[in-house]
């Protein structure tokens, strides 16, 4: 089974400071993803990267940055964490043309 | 941005009822997915649906995409307690990659 792996569940960090969100998955997938969920407001795509090395903004890019060294690493950095981020983070991946994304377990950020 | 709108957002039915979700947009898709949502965990495929008028069938639950390709439904029979989660659908509508998901139905089907 594709496993995507969210290494931090839970977080809990404080105005301003920095924040790196990672994301592995295991399965040579091509393209990998940066959601944001919030209640009535389902799934927000933020970024995703297409190969490594490249990256694109989705509908909610502003005060998010990401990095793909390896194809098989996807990060979200939160430069200066605001009390609007707080929310859960999920991560997917799928190979080109799938149509098929597989999530990881998610990231629930909160920021005070 | 190209909406995927679903309703109804909440659904609270008991055991054995049938009920229908639907996913409706303006935008066309070459194909629409339905993921469903557990408590503290990401979403999970549950199909895909590609061509227009297509039905699939998972168990009890049964899939349309719609003939102009731009809505789906999701009908659930004779609900049991595991279908509890969040329903979401979702579609790439330019083919780019940038996957919009429905802001969702949150189902509880109570014993």
């Known amino acids: 089974d594709v496993k995507v792996t969210q290494s931090s569940r839970y977080l809990v960090k404080r105005t301003g400071e920095k924040v790196f969100l990672e994301c592995v998955q295991d399965?040579?997938?091509?393209?990998m993803f940066w959601y944001r969920q919030d209640p009535g407001l389902g799934l927000r795509l933020i970024y995703f990267?297409?190969?490594?090395?490249?990256?694109e903004k989705g509908d909610i890019p502003e005060g998010y940055s990401v990095s793909r060294e390896k194809k098989e690493r996807f990060s979200l950095i939160l430069e200066s964490a605001s009390t609007n981020q707080t929310s859960m983070y999920l991560c997917?991946?799928?190979?080109?043309?799938?149509?098929?994304?597989?999530f990881g377990a998610g990231s629930r950020l909160t920021v005070l | 941005t190209q909406l995927l709108e679903q309703s109804p957002q909440f659904l609270s039915i008991q055991e054995g009822e049938n009920l229908t979700v639907y996913c409706n947009s303006s935008?066309?898709?070459?194909?629409l997915q339905w993921y469903r949502q557990e408590p503290g965990e990401g979403p999970v495929l549950l199909v895909t649906v590609v061509t227009g008028g297509e039905v699939k069938k998972l168990k009890r639950l049964t899939f349309q995409f719609g003939d102009a390709r731009k809505d789906s439904s999701l009908h659930i029979t004779a609900a049991q307690p595991g279908d509890t989660g969040l329903y979401l659908c979702a579609g790439d509508p330019s083919g780019t990659y940038k996957y919009i998901f429905g802001t969702g139905t949150r189902l509880k089907v109570l014993a």
């Open positions: 990267s297409y190969d490594v090395k490249m990256k």
């Open positions: 997917a991946s799928d190979y080109s043309g799938a149509n098929v994304l597989t």
């Open positions: 935008s066309v898709f070459s194909s």
């Open positions: 399965m040579d997938h091509e393209n």
